[in-house]
Nanobody
Framework: VQLQASGGGLVQAGGSLRLSCAGS??????????MGWFRQAPGKEREFVAA????????YYADSVKGRFTLSRDNMRNTVYLQIHDVKSEDTAVYYC??????????????????????WGQGTLVTVSS
């Protein structure tokens, strides 16, 4: 599976943007992949942001983004979307999408972690200006 993240850029604090992650070479359309996003701010370790089950019935968010981030997926388009509202300076980071060919209960993404079989996209940079 190849993952292509896009949608990053410069955004003013308080604004909104939507990140996309398009998958290819796999079977995202069969909804058998758990998808997620992580981010890495300058000088910090990569951290979990959100995950979504294959059928989109379950989502899980890091406490730091609850209420402002919304994760969704379109399996027919092999794409997941991370909608970010009320952007804050602490959201400045490189955002990475991730995928696990696994059920929700078995995927480390459902617990806010990545695993040895997690696929990664190349990252998209979000910079928040004040």
């Amino acid at each position: 599976v190849q993952l292509q993240a896009s949608g990053g850029g410069l955004v003013q604090a308080g604004g909104s943007l939507r990140l996309s992650c398009a998958g290819s070479g796999g079977s995202l359309s069969k909804s058998n992949y758990v998808m997620g996003w992580f981010r890495q701010a300058p000088g910090k370790e990569r951290e979990f942001v959100a995950a979504i089950s294959g059928t989109a019935r379950i989502t899980y968010y890091a406490d730091s983004v609850k209420g402002r981030f919304t994760l969704s997926r379109d399996n027919m388009r092999n794409t997941v979307y991370l909608q970010i509202h009320d952007v804050k300076s602490e959201d400045t980071a490189v955002y990475y999408c991730a995928a696990d060919a696994s059920s929700w209960v078995r995927s480390p993404l459902s617990g806010g972690r990545s695993g040895p079989r997690t696929f990664w996209g190349q990252g998209t940079l979000v910079t928040v200006s004040s």
